[in-house]
């Protein structure tokens, strides 16, 4: 069974510019959580999807940043316009219902916002 | 800020010894996960310790949750090489459904 997939893995952007990764979760999996991870650090829970809602975005900045789960199944995390400090590894994870199950994380996305 | 925080922040052994890392939090918690995180890697799940439990154990690892303490700990036994990560301590407060990761305890097993 495939696992969390992510694209891309790595990317490199101009401040300013947009820039988009993508998430593809575990077959069946019903909660998708985006997390921002700095250097030496923990991840830190940037949004969590139940099927389709967005039921924890506390965390995630709305001026620049925004996600979506359509259908359910895929999301779609944004960033417009990218800063400097958004450079960090963006990781995306599911579970099979919700945060108390384990988790399975992609491979992550690294950018870097020159 | 983060819920959990590890100690020490990085640990260097010998292969074949013991390892142990310990986890502090703030607040009451319904479990406790850990994860294991290899160098440009995501995260991989190792065990998770529910608030009632004292212990648990799964192959080389051994988990121990202090809940009056608020801490956790984390020995892996006859450390491999392979063992080499960082290891990432996880809680859910009892309030809701919020996760916080703690800063990781970066392992090194020297062979």
């Known amino acids: 069974e495939a696992g969390v997939v992510q694209s891309p893995r790595y990317k490199i952007i101009e401040k300013k510019q947009p820039v988009a990764f993508w998430c593809n979760p575990i077959s069946g999996h019903n909660t998708l959580y985006w997390y921002l991870q700095n250097l030496g650090q923990g991840p830190e829970l940037l949004i969590r999807?139940?099927?389709?809602?967005?039921?924890?975005d506390s965390q995630l900045p709305k001026d620049r940043f925004s996600a979506e789960r359509l259908k359910g199944v895929d999301s779609t995390l944004k960033i417009q316009p990218a800063e400097l400090g958004d450079s960090a590894v963006y990781l995306c994870a599911s579970s099979l219902h919700r945060s108390t199950d384990t988790q399975y994380f992609g491979p992550g996305t690294r950018l870097t916002v020159l | 800020s983060q819920q959990g925080e590890e100690d020490p922040q990085a640990l260097s052994i010998q292969e074949g010894e013991n390892a142990t890392m310990n986890c502090s939090y703030k607040?009451?918690?319904?479990?406790l996960q850990w994860y294991r995180q290899n160098s440009g890697r995501g995260l991989v799940h190792l065990i998770l310790?529910?608030?009632?439990?004292r212990e648990k154990h799964s192959g080389r690892l051994r988990v121990t949750l202090d809940t009056s303490k608020k801490s956790s700990s984390l020995l892996i036994t006859a450390s491999r090489a392979a063992d080499t990560a960082s290891y990432f301590c996880a809680t859910e407060p009892n309030t809701g459904n919020q996760f916080y990761f703690g800063t990781g305890t970066s392992l090194t097993v020297i062979p």
């Open positions: 310790i529910r608030s009632n439990e």
């Open positions: 607040t009451s918690i319904n479990n």
């Open positions: 999807y139940e099927n389709e809602e967005a039921v924890d």
